[in-house]
Nanobody
């Protein structure tokens, strides 16, 4: 089972920046897509950004132009650079990875413990 350790959350004023990190370890299988989701209080978890195994990226419309996802393959680590943060970005941010097992569908049920991001006005 892959372990995911997130870091980098915190409290920031609107317009500020934060950088989240997520390191994956312990998997016997290849790590495929790596991405971020978030869940605000009282709301459902929602997609934020993902980087596919080949490097293609996709972002939620709400964060396009403000957030950037990057990946260090050697370290099995992804980053989420969040700029021009807004109060509506306040949420717990979760790392999610897809584990590739030969002959099976990609296993996306791999989540980090979450890191709180709070943006004050």
């Amino acid at each position: 089972q892959v372990q995911l350790v997130e870091s980098g959350g915190g409290l920031v004023q609107a317009g500020g920046s934060l950088r989240l990190s997520c390191a994956a370890s312990g998997s016997r299988f290849r790590i495929g897509p790596m991405g971020w989701y978030r869940q605000a209080l009282g709301k459902q978890r929602e997609f934020v950004a993902v980087m596919a195994d080949g490097g293609a990226t996709n972002y939620a419309d709400s964060v396009k132009g403000r957030f950037a996802i990057s990946r260090d393959r050697a370290k099995n680590t992804i980053y989420l650079q969040m700029n021009n943060l807004k109060t509506e970005d306040t949420a717990v941010y979760y790392c999610n990875v897809g584990v590739i097992k030969t002959g099976r569908p990609v296993d996306y049920d791999n989540w980090g413990q979450g890191t709180q991001v709070t943006v004050s006005s």
